[in-house]
């Protein structure tokens, strides 16, 4: 067992109980790095594998891309919603996933599910492709094309540089 | 001044909720329903805490940050929670309006 099995987690974690505390006093500091390196440790065995963030930069960059198409796909539903729902197109699109991670997958899916108007609904046993449910769709390959360059490529860059 | 501007991010907030709730209501099968509660409702809880932490900031007490939190869990727990929904109806076949995709009967048959 290594002294600091998950420096990344250990720095969330040290941030989420300072954010929690809503304070940054000496004594919550040193509890929150306390948590942050103790909770890991026991966690290890659900966790082995050790995340490697490998381009902070693009992680950056994906979270305000991210944020600016949450803000996009949430007026696109809303006005989805309020028009006549008789006339929306839901198709189910298989994405093939080019990431190998479970981190990797998992941030892509949440990705899918948080913006432009599609929920990830079916992971492939084998994890070789994603679908995806779109509420309005009206040309699937361009949609996987869209979803596999904005999201995908970034993701792959951050996790599984090769 | 400060006033308007709180009233207006609460009240967006309020209209981006009930539109994402009013979703469940028109929209007519159960993966076009997943939709609203995933999507609508983040941009309304969002502005709904933006409104909290600059209400908050001002009293005086020091800034207020822990809506940022709640952001966060948010974030996390939407997507993952439609997922399994969305797979338990697949699972089910729950009746479509889209077609399934051909993979996902292979491989429930197979099981």
Redesign the interface.
């Known amino acids: 067992m290594t002294r600091l099995p998950h420096p990344v987690l250990t720095l969330s974690l040290a941030l ?1 109980w300072l ?2 505390a ?2 940054l006093a000496p004594g919550q500091v040193l509890l929150g790095v306390l948590l942050g390196w103790l909770i890991p440790r026991f966690t290890q065995r659900f966790s082995p594998d050790r995340i490697h963030i490998h381009a902070p930069l693009v992680l950056l960059r994906f979270v305000a891309l991210l944020f600016h198409d ?2 996009i ?3 696109n ?2 006005w ?3 028009r006549e ?2 006339q ?7 994405v093939p996933l080019d990431l190998r991670s479970d981190l990797g997958i998992s941030a892509f ?6 913006t432009p ?1 599609t ?4 992971l ?2 084998d994890r070789r ?1 994603l ?1 995806v ?3 309005h769709v009206r040309n699937p390959d361009a949609l996987v094309a869209t979803l596999k360059r904005r999201y995908e490529i970034p993701l792959l860059k951050v996790f599984e540089p090769c | 001044m400060l006033d308007i501007l709180l009233s207006l991010l609460i009240l967006t907030g309020a209209v981006f909720i009930f539109i994402g709730s009013l979703g469940l209501v028109r929209l007519d099968d159960f993966y076009t329903r997943l939709h609203g509660p995933t999507k609508a409702t983040t941009l309304g809880v969002g502005s709904l805490l933006i409104a909290s932490m600059i209400h908050f900031s001002l009293q005086g007490n020091g800034i207020s940050v822990h809506e940022i939190l709640i952001t966060l869990f948010l974030f996390i727990t939407a997507p993952v929670s439609a997922h399994l929904l969305s797979k338990a109806a697949l699972h089910r076949q729950l009746r479509s309006r889209a077609p399934l995709p051909p993979l996902i009967n292979t491989a429930e048959t197979e099981k």
């Open positions: 989420v954010l929690l809503n304070s949450i803000l796909a949430n007026l539903v809303a989805l919603i309020l729902p008789r929306l197109t839901p198709a189910f699109v298989v899916a949440g990705a899918v599910s948080l108007g929920v990830s609904s079916w492939s046993p492709s679908v449910h779109g509420l």
